[in-house]
């Protein structure tokens, strides 16, 4: 898996927080931690998905906020484009995606997706159109670009652009997981639509589950805020709202 780093915003106060934090977060698959307790900001790299992290985050009682997503050497000025996906679909079934470019030739793509049929294999893809007006079925075909080097056409033979990645479901029905694309570009796929689709062909197809649109989201650094302007409620009433539900 790709490393990556996650910005998240930490209520912290001491240095005993930042021990627990540290602390929480000392597992396989996270690297680096950096923690500063001042400004309740913490960095972590890591080849886990964002809500794995989150979730270890969470395990100290502090209320967390996720605030943006980028390369190992990503700095603000080198970001080229992170995206958000909020899926939906019919009962329980939703999920978070997140994609990041993190260099000029390599995307990376994780999220975590629930209310599934345990143990089935899915096929996440992301399509044309970003019109959920009708659900998953307005939204066009798998996305395809004309790929070409050296001025020529590359093989047809290649998959789709869109064919993201063959997704297991676990025992629960959940999906949690982190891919990469060498053809997918974050700033060409905002505004299209992301699909997880059954495995299991049919005449019309696979079967679209669950949808959403490829939406812009911030990179690290880029969300600072910590007081919405709109209705004056501070992120960390916005987390321990959410965390009551």
């Known amino acids: 898996m790709a490393d990556t780093k996650m910005e998240f915003a930490v209520q912290m106060t001491c240095k005993s927080c930042e021990e627990a934090v540290k602390a929480a977060l000392n597992v396989p698959g996270i690297n680096s931690v950096y923690v500063d307790v001042p400004n309740e900001v913490v960095i972590v790299e890591t080849s886990l998905p964002s809500s794995n992290v989150h979730k270890l ?5 502090k209320l967390i906020v996720f605030r943006g997503f980028g390369g190992q050497e990503q700095a603000p000025t080198s970001h080229q484009g ?8 019919s009962g329980p079934v939703n999920g978070l995606l997140r994609m990041v470019q993190v260099s000029s030739n390599e995307c990376v793509i994780e999220g975590t997706i629930d209310g599934l049929t345990p143990n089935k294999e899915h096929l ?7 019109d959920l007006s009708n ?5 066009g075909d798998v996305y395809n670009v004309m790929m070409s080097k050296n001025g020529k056409s590359v093989s047809h033979s290649l998959p789709p652009v869109g064919d993201i990645a063959a997704l297991q479901s676990d ?5 949690s997981f982190q891919t990469k694309s060498e053809r997918v570009k ?3 796929v905002i505004g299209r639509s992301m699909i997880l689709h059954s495995s299991i062909p049919s005449v019309y197809g696979t079967r679209r589950l669950m949808c959403g649109i490829i939406a812009r989201s911030a990179g690290l650094f880029q969300n600072t ?11 960390w009433d916005e987390a321990a709202s959410q965390r009551q539900k």
């Open 135 to 139: 659900g998953c079925e307005s939204c």
């Open 124 to 130: 996440l893809k992301i399509h044309d159109h970003g």
């Open 225 to 235: 805020k910590k007081v919405c302007t709109c209705d004056g409620v501070t992120i």
């Open 82 to 89: 992170a995206a958000v996906v909020v899926m939906k679909g």
């Open 57 to 61: 985050l969470e395990s100290t009682g």
């Open 186 to 188: 974050v700033y060409d």
């Open 171 to 175: 025992g629960s029905g959940r999906i």
